[in-house]
């Protein structure tokens, strides 16, 4: 089994920085892939960023591209998301999900594991 464990949200105003952590206990070795996901009020949930827990290499939606960067420790277990110049439409519950799939995905069911999300409002 893995736990995820998120953290770092809260209240912000518009434009300035907030970074999420999401510390990975468990059966850590088996995980390849990791991602951070949102949902605001009324809405589907829907895919921020992900990373291979192996090579680093990130992926990220349209949204997001150029002012959030994802980031791992391995040795720390721990994945966090660097959210720059927030708005006020990132607004939103933000979770963390591992799989071990290899393969960086958008898609929510290939994500077998979640932690229980941490909120993020960001005023005007």
């Known amino acids: 089994q893995v736990q995820l464990v998120e953290s770092g949200g809260g209240l912000v105003q518009a434009g300035v920085s907030l970074r999420l952590s999401c510390a990975v206990s468990g059966r850590t070795v088996s995980i390849y892939r990791m991602g951070w996901f949102r949902q605001a009020p009324g809405l589907e949930r829907e895919f921020v960023a992900a990373?291979?827990?192996?090579?680093?290499?990130?992926y990220y939606a349209d949204l997001v591209k150029g002012r959030f960067t994802i980031s791992r420790d391995n040795a720390k277990n721990t994945v966090w998301l660097q959210m720059n110049s927030l708005k006020p439409e990132d607004t939103a519950v933000y979770y963390c999900?591992?799989?071990?799939?290899?393969?960086?995905?958008?898609?929510?069911?290939?994500?077998?594991?979640w932690g229980q999300g941490t909120q993020v409002t960001v005023s005007s």
């Open positions: 990373i291979s827990r192996r090579t680093g290499t990130p």
């Open positions: 999900a591992a799989d071990t799939g290899s393969i960086l995905s958008r898609r929510e069911v290939q994500y077998e594991y």
